[in-house]
């Protein structure tokens, strides 16, 4: 038995380094990528295969509605704070009475983000996790049965601000879009890969406040391309509404070839 977790397995390295000389500790190293002290990797693996099993049917219900009405569906990830609500809002009034659209938000606590999305007029669900850290297709599908969904319209879903949790989970979206503010450090995309690996957009935002932090905006980017090199990126300050243009043509090009039925799911790929 493992000394230190007490796990049934005795392999140096099993799921972290027993390296006493060492002064990095890698939690990571084993097959399941994380470890929980008690648990083994297999059983870990079994868990997480159960888990995202079953989120990935409820994501392909919710891909198949939304898809079937030419429905773009936007899965918003970022940091806390990184400004998710603040571009969604801009970008709302900007579409009003363009684009059909409707927002689902996630947050630990709270309707504040459902308020100020619904004070733009647009129809809004909010989604309380609790304890949960992400939102999963499960409670995204139930908010869809809240939510007015026109053909050829938009459904942005603000997750959960946190860049770890909301990477494993699919929750029927067309595209996943993350937003990465310029007072987070240009390092952020790969001490958290995982989230930057699985968007198809990166939105620096903030931008307005480049001259007053260290923030490297071709070192964020390259950074970004080592762990995706097809991720496209934008630079916006939804304060100030600098390179909202490029961010509602990029919209506008996704959701064309969404009704056009030509953009890929992320399933699919
Ligand atoms: N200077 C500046 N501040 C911004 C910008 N965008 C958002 N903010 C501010 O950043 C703070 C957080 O913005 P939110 O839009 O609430 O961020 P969020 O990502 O939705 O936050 P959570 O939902 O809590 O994860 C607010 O004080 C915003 O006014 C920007 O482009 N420039
Ligand atoms: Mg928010």
């Not at 809004?124 to 939510?147: E, F, R």
Request: aromatic content about 4%.
């Amino acid at each position: 038995m493992c000394t230190i977790c007490g796990c049934g397995d005795t392999k140096l390295g099993h799921h972290h380094k027993h390296d006493e000389d060492s002064d990095h500790l890698h939690f990571g190293a084993g097959e399941a990528g994380v470890s929980v002290p008690g648990v083994s990797q297999s059983r870990l693996i079994r868990l997480e295969t159960d888990i995202l099993g079953k989120n990935n049917a409820y994501a392909d219900q919710n891909r198949a509605r939304l898809s079937g009405k030419g429905i773009l569906a936007l899965n918003l990830v970022s940091s806390p704070g990184s400004g998710k609500t603040t571009l969604l809002v801009e970008t709302l009034k900007r579409l009003a009475g363009t684009v059909p659209v409707s927002v689902v938000e996630g947050d630990q606590q709270t309707s504040n983000d459902a308020d100020r999305i619904r004070a733009t007029g647009a129809p809004a669900v909010q989604i309380n996790t609790g304890k949960g850290c992400h939102l999963d297709a499960h409670m995204v599908g139930h908010a869809l049965d809240k939510l007015p969904l026109d053909g050829g319209g938009i459904v942005f879903i603000e997750n959960v601000g946190n860049l770890v949790c909301p990477a494993g989970f699919d929750l029927g979206e067309a595209a996943r879009v993350v937003i990465l503010s310029v007072t987070e450090g240009d390092d952020k995309p790969l001490k958290y890969p995982d989230i930057f690996a699985n968007a198809d957009l990166m939105i620096l935002n903030k931008s307005d406040l480049l001259p007053h932090v260290d923030f490297r905006v071709e070192t964020a980017v390259d950074n970004a391309k080592r762990v995706n090199r097809k991720l496209q990126t934008l630079q916006v300050s939804a304060r100030t509404g600098d390179g909202l243009d490029g961010w509602l043509r990029w919209l506008d090009g996704a959701r064309t070839m969404r009704m056009a039925g030509r953009m890929p799911d992320l399933a699919a790929e």
